[in-house]
């Protein structure tokens, strides 16, 4: 479930975030039900430079985020405790803030921004955790061999990575998972199908030249050569993407209705939800990940 919340629901600025993504991104506390949450809070733009046109399109990230985050939920996974949307003014988000939205706006800022929110949950994330402030790079290599190695013994990284490869997210790394135990958090899933330029029924692009692929995959697979073709990880994977069509068909599509009808009509909603349906075929993400059923 995610909240739907006006401006009046905003109770001020908090120090801003120590790292920050490829969207702008601060703090705030943020009224819920009655009670003052701290959470980080993404506005975002009405619209996009399209890598693949190099047109203005719409912005489905503030979607991306909801389905993420309801999907995620429903499949299982540990996410921030409080999440939603709320509308904001320019007066109500800080400046450094407003100026990044000024240059994603081509010079402008909106009369208001929709603006992702979700609780700080006060868990680094695993970047934070193992990599901040070492200068030296013997340092860099024992610290990044700590993060791998947390990473590959997660007893959930297996399932994190088919959920991704399931929703097509081309933006999974350490940087956007918590280091909660035992499980990790899952945050920012911005770039769920591809990239936020999709259309009902059809996913993103970033041009020609991508290539659809799991990041977080490839960062452990160069970090620790193979990990995700042995034969127990795969199991894992194809356990668990079998798992998403049950979670999807009890929980999640609900779920993800209930997102899609604030933005979508019912024809464009039931595309979404199609699409996501026809990834559900565990002979082929079988077959994509090498293995034979």
């Not at 100026?99 to 994330?125: I, K, T, V």
Request: proline share 6%.
């Amino acid at each position: 479930m995610i909240h739907i919340l006006s401006g009046d629901a905003f109770s001020g600025v908090l120090s801003a975030p120590k790292v920050s993504g490829i969207s702008p991104l601060f703090r705030a506390k943020i009224r819920v039900d009655g009670e003052s949450v701290r959470c980080y809070v993404k506005p975002l733009p009405d619209q996009i430079d399209c890598p693949r046109t190099l047109r203005r399109v719409d912005n489905r990230e503030i979607i991306n985020e909801s389905l993420g985050y309801v999907l995620a939920q429903a499949c299982g996974f540990k996410v921030a405790t409080v999440a939603g949307i709320i509308l904001l003014t320019p007066a109500q988000i800080p400046q450094p803030t407003l100026e990044a939205l000024r240059d994603l706006g081509q010079g402008q800022l909106q009369e208001n921004y929709l603006c992702w929110f979700s609780q700080d949950m006060n868990h680094p994330n695993l970047v934070q955790k193992h990599m901040s402030g070492i200068r030296l790079d013997f340092l860099q290599q024992r610290r990044l061999k700590r993060l791998v190695h947390q990473l590959i013994n997660a007893p959930d990284i297996p399932k994190v990575i088919a959920f991704d490869d399931w929703l097509f997210n081309s933006d999974r790394h350490p940087g956007n998972l918590l280091a909660s135990s035992p499980e990790l958090t899952l945050i920012d899933h911005g770039r769920i199908l591809i990239y936020p330029n999709w259309q009902p029924g059809y996913l993103g692009s970033t041009g020609s030249s991508y290539t659809p692929a799991n990041r977080l995959r490839n960062f452990i697979d160069a970090h620790e050569p193979k990990w995700t073709d042995s034969l127990p990880r795969k199991s894992e994977m194809l356990m668990a993407y079998n798992s998403f069509a049950v979670s999807f068909r009890e929980r999640g599509e609900a779920a993800a209705r209930a997102v899609l009808v604030e933005f979508f009509d019912t024809l464009d909603t039931d595309a979404i939800i199609l699409l996501l349906q026809s990834r559900h075929t565990p002979s082929a993400y079988a077959k994509s990940i090498g293995m034979v059923i």
